[in-house]
């Protein structure tokens, strides 16, 4: 019934993001505050907003144990941001980097077109088989994969000057970050860990916006619509532009202690609490490779 309604644009009036009011006792504003922290690269007001105090605390308690760097996991790379770091910010990897570019992608721009066609296809069926989101999720972030496939597949990927400004900037933004490892995560913990990696990841859309995919569009086209509330439980659909698509999803939001949060970062929060696998395993052979940080990483 929900999705329905949803679909028929039923309910109260839908509202952009930014002028929904601050405060997360209502579900749409819970929604909104979410998505202008992501905007702004505010990772530890995210975790603040995303979590009841006493989830927040535990979170805090229990960050890098087991592999917890919730709610880092919540973004696209999801479990690579370390060797990520690791790769950008090793010594002469502007030099690494631009030698790789121009051996695999120079030139090479409908090879790029047919991988990004073959990921979008790979990232489609790895979400459908992936039981650590919900349906609903799953839809959402198919939709987002789809976009993201067909932005690749006409994005100047193989352009040699965007990649060769591109380089020295990210290179210069992880070498900031200065954790290149989970030892350094732990030791900084979980608060300082997530303003260090905020610019980082700030810069990174930065990148992508040169490259044709405009993040802060997205977030200035964020359309929020309460389709269905009943006592602690509720239903806010969100539609936004992303690469020439329209994504268009529903939400599902959970009411604690007088305030309003998604459901699905809720119970993901929780399992890297507990340090527990959440939503089943996922098929080997839809299992992402993840690459191996670089010994050279230094400080």
């Not at 496939?149 to 970050?177: E, K, N, S, T």
């Not at 954790?179 to 913990?189: H, I, K, P, T, V």
Request: charged content about 20%; some cysteine.
């Amino acid at each position: 019934m929900a999705l329905t309604l949803a679909a028929c644009g039923g309910g109260p009036e839908t509202v952009p993001a930014e002028q929904a009011s601050s405060a997360t006792t209502e579900p749409v504003a819970a929604v909104a505050a979410l998505a202008k922290h992501l905007h702004e690269g505010d990772l530890l007001g995210f975790a603040r907003t995303a979590l009841p105090p006493k989830e927040y605390q535990h979170l805090q308690e229990t960050w890098g144990s087991e592999g917890n760097f919730w709610p880092l996991t919540e973004l696209p790379l999801k479990d690579q941001w370390i060797p990520l770091l690791a790769s950008l910010a090793a010594p002469g990897s502007e030099q690494r980097l631009r030698r790789s570019f121009d051996a695999q992608f120079l030139g090479a721009s409908a090879e790029l077109r047919d991988a990004a066609r073959t990921l979008g296809l790979f990232g489609v069926q790895y979400l459908n088989h992936n039981f650590e989101y919900s349906e609903q999720e799953r839809e959402h972030y198919v939709q987002i994969m789809k976009a993201a496939a067909d932005w690749g597949m006409h994005a100047p990927l193989a352009d040699p000057v965007l990649a060769y400004a591109a380089i020295p900037r990210l290179a210069a933004a992880a070498r900031a970050v200065g954790l290149y490892s989970e030892a350094d995560f732990r030791a900084a913990g979980m608060e300082q860990t997530l303003r260090r990696v905020a610019p980082f990841i700030t810069e990174i859309k930065r990148v992508v916006a040169d490259y044709g995919l405009d993040l802060d569009q997205a977030y200035a086209g964020i359309r929020l619509q309460l389709v269905d509330q009943h006592d602690n439980t509720a239903l806010v659909r969100v539609r936004y532009p992303l690469a020439g698509h329209t994504i268009d999803t529903v939400l599902d939001l959970v009411r604690i202690d007088g305030h309003w949060y998604l459901d699905g970062y809720l119970q993901r929060a929780r399992a890297a609490i507990e340090q527990r696998p959440f939503g089943g395993e996922v098929p080997p052979i839809l299992t992402l490779p993840v690459p191996e940080p670089d010994p050279s990483a230094g400080r």
